[in-house]
Each structure stands twice: as structure tokens, then as C-alpha cells.
């Protein structure tokens, strides 16, 4: 059975970020996660990894087309 939830320390390998790194996304609301148990422990839904790690790669694809359009842009202005 595939775990609905995962502990920030699993985030942290999946990512390969600092566990300071992942609280910070969570702390931000960049990464929706629970707190849960009496020490407070955080969990991460699965689904909720895999839509930021969607999130990361559309802007990852909008900086890349940004970055494209101002180089095509440079080189025709410099002709």
C-alpha cells in the first residue's frame, strides 16, 4: 500500500535539500504539510509533493523561455 503522507526528512531526500530548506517551504506555504503526534512531527502528502515539484518545473520551463527570448532578442539587436 503507497503511504498517503511522508515525514519532512523524506522531502528533504526526494528533493536532495536541506531539512532548513524544507521547513522553510513549508513555513512559506510554498509545500502545504500537517503537523501531527505530540512532538510535532510534519508530514507532507504525497499528491502535495509531486503538484510543488510540477509548480518547480513550470517556472523552471518560464525562466528558461524568458531567458531564450531575452538572448534572441540580444542577438538582434546586435546585428
Given at each position: 500500500?503507497?503511504?498517503?503522507?511522508?515525514?519532512?526528512?523524506?522531502?528533504?531526500?526526494v528533493?536532495?535539500?536541506?531539512?532548513?530548506?524544507?521547513?522553510?517551504?513549508?513555513?512559506?506555504?510554498?509545500?502545504?504539510?500537517?503537523?501531527?503526534?505530540?512532538?510535532?512531527?510534519?508530514?507532507v502528502?504525497?499528491?502535495?509533493?509531486?503538484?510543488?515539484?510540477?509548480?518547480?518545473?513550470?517556472?523552471?520551463?518560464?525562466?528558461?523561455?524568458?531567458?531564450?527570448?531575452?538572448?534572441?532578442?540580444?542577438?538582434?539587436?546586435?546585428?
Open positions: 500500500m503507497l503511504r498517503r503522507f511522508i515525514p519532512l526528512s523524506e522531502v528533504c531526500e528533493l536532495a535539500i536541506s531539512s532548513d530548506q524544507a521547513y522553510a517551504l513549508v513555513r512559506t506555504g510554498d509545500l502545504p504539510a500537517i503537523k501531527v503526534g505530540g512532538r510535532g512531527q510534519w508530514r502528502e504525497v499528491s502535495e509533493l509531486e503538484a510543488y515539484i510540477e509548480r518547480m518545473y513550470a517556472q523552471t520551463r518560464d525562466l528558461v523561455d524568458e531567458t531564450r527570448d531575452e538572448a534572441d532578442t540580444s542577438e538582434t539587436v546586435d546585428r
